[in-house]
């Protein structure tokens, strides 16, 4: 069993900042990457940010976000972090934070996901 704990969401008016966390728990052998996903009602879920778990963290962010967000993550403390600074009123979603993980020392990874937090920004 793993479970993915998002905080960090809330109300920001435009150009503010939030830092948002996520913690993986439970039976966990190694994670190989964790990112941050974005769903707004009635669209699809988009990825906003991912980091492998290699040395160093390959990164990836959605064009909409680069520049504005940084993702990164602490190993040790299974927790990966989404850094949002200059947000805007289109920033607004419930936000998801996501994980492939290898529960044994086998082959076999799988998706986990968050029940997310709410990121409001006003304009």
């Known amino acids: 069993q793993v479970q993915l704990e998002e905080s960090g969401g809330g109300l920001v008016q435009a150009g503010g900042s939030l830092r948002l966390s996520c913690v993986a728990s439970?039976?966990?052998?190694?994670?190989?990457?964790m990112g941050w996903y974005r769903q707004v009602a009635g669209k699809k879920r988009e990825l906003v940010a991912r980091?492998?778990?290699?040395?160093?963290?390959?990164?990836n962010y959605a064009d909409s976000v680069k520049g504005r967000f940084t993702i990164s993550r602490d190993n040790a403390k299974n927790t990966v972090y989404l850094q949002m600074n200059s947000l805007r009123p289109e920033d607004t979603a419930r936000y998801y934070c996501?994980?492939?993980?290898?529960?044994?020392?086998?082959?076999?990874?799988?998706?986990?996901w968050g029940q997310g937090t709410q990121v409001t920004v006003s304009s």
């Open positions: 996501a994980a492939n993980i290898k529960p044994t020392n086998s082959d076999w990874s799988y998706d986990y």
């Open positions: 980091i492998t778990s290699t040395s160093g963290g390959f990164t």
């Open positions: 439970g039976i966990i052998f190694s994670i190989n990457s």
